[in-house]
């Protein structure tokens, strides 16, 4: 009888220590605020669709004169992610702050109204941002060839994956540096952030390095 009382133990310790860790490498789970998980997941999907659209904004057509003189320096990088992260502002600071809610006791009503809104101007967001994105076009300054692809070879999965993986180093290293008492939101926000600037740098180097305007630019 004790054997097994000690077996029954050992596997219940061993369960929420596999679901310690699974929480830690994917912070978005939230196992304290079972509601906010829809909720984070959809605030990362929306970062991370905008960071690629940055991404494509500020190192696409890199090669062109023109454009690469506008976007010269730190500067001009800002300013073209700026732009998809400018229209997406207003819902994903909406898509925060229902994901505050899902993490404490808010009212219901407030909480669902609040949600419906943020979700409702979120896919609008979004479809602008990806819109706005594809359209974003320069050829008619380049008279050689078609622009180059710079997404073949599945790169801007690739690039996910690279992402996710490093936020989720980051998160445990979080994890442990802070002894293992860094509360989840903490580990959202460092994973989160991971995945962004992840996605960003290593979208950079194939969008930078795709021709777009032909050897010489203007051919």
Known sequence: MRLVIADRCRAAVGSRADGRFRDIVWP????????ARVHAHALAALVVITSVCAAFKGFYWADDPQVSQNRAGLWGLAQAMAVPFGLMAVPLLLMCAVLAGATRSWPRVPYRVLAAVAWTMSALAIFVVL???SLTNDSDYCTANAPVDP???NMVALCLVAALAAGSLAGWISWVISRRRARPVVLY???????VATVVLTLAVPLHAAR????SGFG
């Open 151 to 153: 997404v073949a070879g």
């Open 189 to 195: 926000a460092v994973w989160l952030a991971t995945v």
């Open 131 to 133: 819109l706005g994105t």
């Open 212 to 215: 777009t305007c032909g050897p």
């Open 28 to 35: 978005a789970s939230f196992p304290d605020a079972p509601r």
